[in-house]
């Protein structure tokens, strides 16, 4: 289920773990989307809405995050003249564009997305170490009032 949600995340998606049930949830983020193809999407995020507080909540990368995984690769990346080219296209407009063009016309594609998904699987595994970390911590807190 992790590599789900970490497909997920990478996709754009928010995912909820629900708890109860072991029942993954997930919708398109509803801060990034102006139109969510209608009512379809409404069932879904009412029936987040109603289990929101038993799931453990996984939320899509912030724009910075994204940018700063594509930075970690260049530095994984031995072919110095693909380095340039993905440096360049970082640094010019429209990055995220201009950094997959790069990317897929090249021989490292296939250890960008290897990378890249070993990095959202990573995401996930700490996401869920917080989340307990912090379920411990609120135990201890109840016990003591």
């Known amino acids: 289920m992790i590599k789900e949600i970490a497909g997920h995340l990478d996709c754009g998606n928010?995912?909820?773990?629900h708890i109860p049930t072991g029942e993954m949830l997930?919708?398109?983020?509803?801060?990034?989307?102006?139109?969510?193809?209608?009512e379809t999407w409404d069932e879904v995020f009412d029936e987040i809405d109603r289990k929101r507080s038993e799931c453990?909540?996984?939320?899509?990368?912030?724009?910075?995050?994204?940018?700063?995984?594509?930075?970690?690769?260049?530095?994984?990346?031995?072919?110095?003249?693909l380095r340039v080219r993905l440096i360049t296209a970082l640094n010019n407009r429209k990055p995220f564009r201009?950094?997959?063009?790069?990317?897929?016309?090249?021989?490292?594609?296939?250890?960008?997305f290897a990378f890249k998904d070993k990095w959202y699987i990573k995401h996930v595994k700490d996401e869920i170490e917080w989340y307990n970390r912090k379920q411990e911590e609120d135990d201890v807190v109840d016990e003591a009032e």
């Not at 912030?62 to 990346?77: P, Q």
């Not at 201009?98 to 960008?112: G, H, L």
């Open 14 to 17: 928010n995912c909820w773990y």
């Open 26 to 38: 997930w919708a398109r983020n509803r801060d990034r989307e102006f139109e969510l193809e209608g």
């Open 98 to 112: 201009n950094f997959k063009a790069v990317i897929d016309n090249s021989n490292y594609r296939q250890a960008w």
């Open 56 to 81: 453990v909540p996984f939320e899509c990368l912030e724009t910075h995050e994204s940018f700063r995984i594509m930075e970690s690769f260049i530095e994984e990346v031995n072919d110095n003249s």
